[in-house]
């Protein structure tokens, strides 16, 4: 079955990095386009970043862009994301999400969240002085 295992949340002061890493199994992680989404407190769910199947495109959201990467290692089935210049607003759950396609023509398609159709537990990032 599908798991997407998420890690590497914890406590940021801000400016601060972390880095998250999601471990895929049960399907050929490398056939697919990957998310990250955050879930701040008392908000809704919000997309941060896609990359392409083959991670030949990434994508990002204003609020991250130039502060986080995304990147993925088919060998490992691994997706990362490297967050650093960390902001307070930056504390949310992260969840990684599988998309059924390789490869969306535009972030549109990525920030739809009824594309996703698996999602890990969520790994808590707090980023406080």
């Known amino acids: 079955q599908v798991q997407l295992v998420e890690s590497g949340g914890g406590l940021a002061q801000p400016g601060g990095s972390l880095r998250l890493s999601c471990a895929a199994s049960?399907?050929?992680?490398?056939?697919?386009?990957m998310s990250w989404v955050r879930q701040p407190p008392g908000k809704g769910l919000e997309w941060v970043s896609a990359?392409?199947?083959?991670?030949?495109?990434?994508y990002y959201a204003d609020s991250v862009k130039g502060r986080f990467t995304i990147s993925r290692d088919n060998a490992e089935n691994t997706l990362y994301l490297q967050m650093d210049s960390l902001k307070p607003e930056d504390t949310a759950l992260y969840y990684c999400?599988?998309?059924?396609?390789?490869?969306?023509?535009?972030?549109?398609?990525?920030?739809?969240?009824?594309?996703?159709?698996?999602w890990g537990q969520g790994t808590q990032v707090t980023v406080s002085s």
């Open positions: 049960g399907f050929t992680f490398s056939n697919f386009a």
């Open positions: 999400a599988k998309t059924p396609r390789a490869s969306y023509s535009s972030d549109y398609y990525f920030q739809q969240l009824t594309v996703y159709d698996y």
């Open positions: 990359i392409y199947s083959d991670g030949s495109v990434t």
